[in-house]
Each structure stands twice: as C-alpha cells, then as structure tokens.
T-cell receptor, first 116, second 113 residues
Framework: GAGVSQTPSNKVTEKGKYVELRCDPISGHTALYWYRQSLGQGPEFLIYFQGTGAADDSGLPNDRFFAVRPEGSVSTLKIQRTERGDSAVYLC??????????????FGQGTRLTVV | SQKIEQNSEALNIQEGKTATLTCNYTNYSPAYLQWYRQDPGRGPVFLLLIRENEKEKRKERLKVTFDTTLKQSLFHITASQPADSATYLCALVMRGSQGNLIFGKGTKLSVKP
C-alpha cells in the first residue's frame, strides 16, 4: 500500500477482554515500531521489530502486552485482560532500513482503543 | 531525571509571521533530533531530521537548529499560514539505540488569518 495501514481505526472493548491491533507497514520496510499516545502527550515507545524479531521490547508496560511479526511484514499488538488505563491511541511506524535512527519514521493513522 | 520539554502547550501567531518552537532536553545524549507534525486524528508526519554534528537544517519555509551545548533545538516556520496550524512534536534518537523515538509532548500551533 501507499502508507502504513492500521486496523481497526477505533476499538471499544470491555475491561478484562483481549484485543488485537493490526499494522500493515510500507512494503519493503524492515523496521517496525509500536507507540502509544495518551491525550495531550507525545507518543511513547513500546516495541521495535527488525524483520521478524523483536529487537527491543523495553517499552512494553507489562506482560499483558505482546506483539508479533511472524513474516517480517504485518505486525499484531496483543493486549490481554485490558484495563481502563490502556485506553489510548496505538500508533505503528515503519522505516526502510535497519538504521532507523538516521531515517524518518512513517506513521499510520493509529488505532484508538477505549476500554470501558 | 530525563526530560524533553517543548516550550509551551500552545502558540498563537498571526499569518505571515515566523513561528518559533522550542525543544529542550535534560540528561539525554541524542545522536539525532527529528521534528514531526501531527494533525488531529492522524499519525505524526516527518518534517526534518538534524544530526548532533549539524547546527542548522532548512527545508522550504522550515528551519531547525540544534545546540548540543544548550541541549536545545529551535524549529522555525517562516511566512506562516493557517494551514500550518497543527501540533508539532520533537523527538530524540539516542546514540546506540535501535532508532526508537523519544517524543516531547508537542506544541499546538494556531496561525490566525
């Protein structure tokens, strides 16, 4: 596709439920990042994939959060036993090379997760 | 503690003037600094990147400076237009990191006609 695509754009779930958020990066981009953005804040790093492997998952807040990228393209962020504090916009970004530091990140439009 | 501060939550200026946004950081040693624009309901869009050994970068009406001694970056939009109204985010990339961005809270710029 032309850009990073995230689905769904909005998700409302009940406290305690399990959710999956999908990210389809720009074709050929090997680096993929997940961020979380709360209202009035900047995006906060969650996890980074280089290819299929999670190269840095230091931003995941706890073990209820998990992400995969089995074929090195599409990634899924999984949240178990959701809590109201998980409500935020979840952003995915991809970058064309391993040297993500020196290149721009291309962001999707985000998934707005609301836990009620 | 480590902090990234953007000078104000909101900045209101008149069309045609130059907007100047500030990003200060504490206890970080960034290799790169990036500026992004974010519109409501959208993801951030990359604007400019500046390396630690660069003092200034320009792109059309945009200019960014980077002073590693002051630990500060300034972002300028000259001849501002109402279409420039958005939230502007600065982001650091640390030396030796995997490229993940550390963002400030952003400054919401409003350009009045």
């Amino acid at each position: 596709g032309a850009g990073v695509s995230q689905t769904p754009s909005n998700k409302v779930t009940e406290k305690g439920k399990y959710v999956e958020l999908r990210c389809d990066p720009i074709s050929g981009h090997t680096a993929l990042y997940w961020y979380r953005q709360s209202l009035g804040q900047g995006p906060e790093f969650l996890i980074y994939f280089q290819g299929t492997g999670a190269a840095d998952d230091s931003g995941l807040p706890n073990d209820r959060f998990f992400a995969v990228r089995p074929e090195g393209s599409v990634s899924t962020l999984k949240i178990q036993r959701t809590e109201r504090g998980d409500s935020a916009v979840y952003l995915c970004a991809s970058s064309p090379s391993r040297q993500g530091a020196s290149t721009e990140a291309f962001f999707g439009q985000g998934t707005r997760l609301t836990v009620v | 503690s480590q902090k990234i501060e953007q000078n104000s939550e909101a900045l209101n200026i008149q069309e045609g003037k130059t907007a100047t946004l500030t990003c200060n950081y504490t206890n970080y040693s960034p290799a790169y600094l990036q500026w992004y624009r974010q519109d409501p309901g959208r993801g951030p869009v990359f604007l400019l990147l500046i390396r630690e050994n660069e003092k200034e970068k320009r792109k059309e009406r945009l200019k960014v400076t980077f002073d590693t001694t002051l630990k500060q970056s300034l972002f300028h939009i000259t001849a501002s237009q109402p279409a420039d109204s958005a939230t502007y985010l600065c982001a650091l990339v640390m030396r030796g990191s995997q490229g993940n961005l550390i963002f400030g809270k952003g400054t919401k710029l409003s350009v009045k006609p």
